[in-house]
């Protein structure tokens, strides 16, 4: 008697696919907010942040949401531009390379991409502790989906590979 699984191996492989589209729309945007970053003058963000606002101000002039926008926004020194332009960029980057051979079913690359994506899942936390962004404990979940998912399918290609025609 077969052991009846809940997933078979077809479905986990879509899944790890799926999950690998999700992360290189994440890294795509990454690239794109980083050049974005790079490229916007401070004048624009000022302007941008103040348009948006200034309703919101005019109505309560204490909003904390809107006040630390707009304290965010002129305290945003060029060093701190460029460093988050490159991280995004170089960060987005790094993760279409690792996705790329992933999805050639490279094997060196299964390995490669536990480790960086483990990288950036430890440097997730560690800005969390000082953000609380709800938003990075979202992506740090879906990491550990990746992570969990490349893994599986390392284990995957290299029994199969490794067994004889």
Not at 13 to 23: D, N, T, W
Not at 139 to 154: A, K, R
């Amino acid at each position: 008697m077969t052991k009846q699984r809940f997933f078979d191996e077809k479905t986990i492989h879509v899944f790890f696919e799926v999950s690998l589209f999700i992360k290189a729309a994440f890294a795509f945007f990454e690239i794109v907010g980083g050049i974005l970053i790079y490229a916007v003058p401070q004048w624009l963000i000022l302007d941008l942040v103040a348009t948006l606002t200034q309703t919101e101000l005019a109505e309560d002039p204490r909003d904390p949401l809107a006040n630390y926008f707009v304290i965010a926004a002129h305290h945003l020194s060029v060093e701190t531009r460029h460093f988050a332009a490159f991280y995004l960029a170089s960060h987005g980057a790094i993760k279409l390379w690792l996705i790329a051979g992933l999805l050639r079913e490279r094997l060196w690359y299964y390995p490669t991409a536990l480790i960086v994506f483990g990288l950036f899942i430890v440097y997730q936390l560690y800005r969390y502790t000082f953000t609380y962004s709800p938003f990075l404990l979202f992506i740090t979940g879906v990491d550990i989906v990746v992570i969990l998912l490349t893994w599986h399918e390392y284990r995957y290609l290299r029994h199969h590979r490794s067994m004889p025609t």
